[in-house]
């Protein structure tokens, strides 16, 4: 590590905790009644990252989906005793904009206090699965600080045809009170936010394309980055998934065998840590 990425503030890293069959875009293809009888490859996957974070000595929050945390608790117990944040997806992974307020509000209580009785941690932090907070259910944020939530990074303000507000605000603020909202990195070129945050992008483009926009953002607006991942995007070998349309097939399985190395090369090129260590202001 060179002595100016010493210097530098920690970036945050963030781990949705899900498997691949629970992923939005498959959910057309593969019903909910079907999930416990489908091998879940968690696991296995979360010891990938793990061990990749353990290698390199960083840290980073894992956004956990109550349902995981129920089926895999020695998982959970293990992400915690390495001293990374336990974070909650939400219990099933359903879209905050499929959900009236009183199923939102039950499915985020019921997944924090699953987490919080595994872990004997306050659990802080919440992201909405699919970034599926948009302009018309901002009700969802009244839900999240309610439910004793600190902080929320359910938003992605870029132009994507399932998710994202473009013209979101990039940079940390306080959404309700005591509630921040922490969006994924964009980073500002030629009047667009291009996603500097992860997701398939991470997989899509150049590796160091992703770095640039990184620096881009710790340099020029002088803020950490967020960025976010899957562990079935370490998984090359996962079970495909038939039928799906062409495009949700290239987002889901691009460069699967490349996430891995990248992902070293990210943990080698910056200094990562915990999203509340990060962002949240130290009592
Ligand atoms: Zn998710």
Request: charged residues 25%; aromatic residues 12%; contains cysteine.
């Amino acid at each position: 590590m060179s002595r100016s990425t010493m210097a530098l503030r920690p970036n945050a890293l963030s781990i949705d905790v899900e498997d691949y069959f629970q992923v939005s875009a498959l959910a057309p293809y593969i019903p909910r009644s079907s999930w416990d009888s489908i091998p879940c490859r968690v696991e296995r996957n979360l010891d990938v990252i793990l061990g990749l974070l353990e290698q390199s000595g960083n840290k980073a929050t894992f956004f956990t989906l109550g349902w995981i945390a129920e089926r895999h608790p020695q998982a959970i117990r293990k992400i915690v005793r390495a001293g990374h944040e336990l974070a909650s997806h939400g219990f099933g992974h359903e879209r905050a904009s499929d959900l009236d307020r009183e199923r939102f509000s039950a499915d985020i209580r019921k997944a924090k206090a699953i987490l919080e009785d595994l872990s004997g941690n306050e659990i802080k932090g919440y992201r909405a699965p699919s970034f599926s907070i948009g302009l018309n259910n901002q009700w969802a944020f009244d839900c999240i600080a309610e439910a004793g939530y600190r902080y929320s990074s359910s938003i992605y303000p870029i132009r994507h045809d399932h998710y994202g507000i473009p013209d979101a605000p990039r940079f940390t603020y306080e959404v309700r009170p005591g509630l921040m909202e922490i969006p994924v990195t964009t980073s500002r070129v030629l009047s667009t936010n291009l996603p500097a945050g992860g997701g398939g992008y991470f997989r899509f483009l150049p590796y160091g394309l992703s770095r640039w926009l990184i620096r881009r953002v710790n340099r020029l607006d002088r803020q950490p980055a967020i960025f976010y991942m899957h562990p079935w995007e370490v998984d090359p070998d996962q079970p495909r998934v038939h039928g799906v349309n062409a495009k949700t097939r290239f987002r889901h399985y691009v460069n699967l065998r490349r996430t891995v190395p990248r992902l070293r090369q990210l943990l080698a090129d910056f200094r990562w840590d915990r999203v509340d260590h990060v962002f949240l202001p130290q009592t």
